[in-house]
C-alpha cells in the first residue's frame, strides 16, 4: 500500500507557473500508474494528466495540453505536475493518484489511492 501527500499549491496570477509535488511512502511511484485529478467547488472531480507505471507514457485532459506536464522522480519517489500559463479556470483541489491494476488510466474508479489534495488558486 502507499501512502500520497500533496504539496506545492498557492495562489498565483493568471499566466504564471506552479509546480504541484506527491510524495509517495510505503511503496515505490514506479510500481503504479500515476495520475493527477482536481475538483473545484460543486464541481465532479476530473482527469487532469497521467502517466504509465512503465513511465514511458502520458495522457492529458484537452483542457491543460500543451500547459501541463507530468513527470516522476524514482530517487526521490516523487510525481509532478509542472503547470504553466495557469488560468482561473484551472482553480481547483489538486490530488495525486495511484493505480495498481492498470499501466496508464485516466478515469477515477482506475485510481486505488489518492491523496489528501493541494489547494490552487489562480486569480485573474
Do not use: H
Not at 14 to 26: H, K
Not at 41 to 51: D, I, T, W
Amino acid at each position: 500500500q502507499v501512502q500520497l501527500e500533496e504539496s506545492g499549491g498557492g495562489l498565483v496570477q493568471a499566466g504564471d507557473s506552479l509546480s504541484l509535488s506527491c510524495v509517495a511512502s510505503g511503496r515505490t511511484v514506479s510500481t503504479y500508474a500515476m495520475g493527477w485529478f482536481r475538483q473545484a467547488p460543486g464541481k465532479e472531480r476530473e482527469f487532469v494528466a497521467a502517466l504509465s507505471r512503465s513511465g514511458g507514457s502520458t495522457d492529458y485532459a484537452d483542457s491543460v495540453k500543451g500547459r501541463f506536464t507530468i513527470s516522476r522522480d524514482n530517487a526521490k519517489n516523487t510525481v509532478f505536475l509542472q503547470m504553466v500559463s495557469l488560468k482561473p479556470a484551472d482553480t481547483a483541489v489538486y490530488y495525486c493518484a495511484a493505480a495498481s491494476r492498470y499501466e496508464l488510466t485516466i478515469t477515477t474508479k482506475g485510481y486505488d489511492y489518492w491523496g489528501q489534495g493541494t489547494q490552487v488558486t489562480v486569480s485573474s
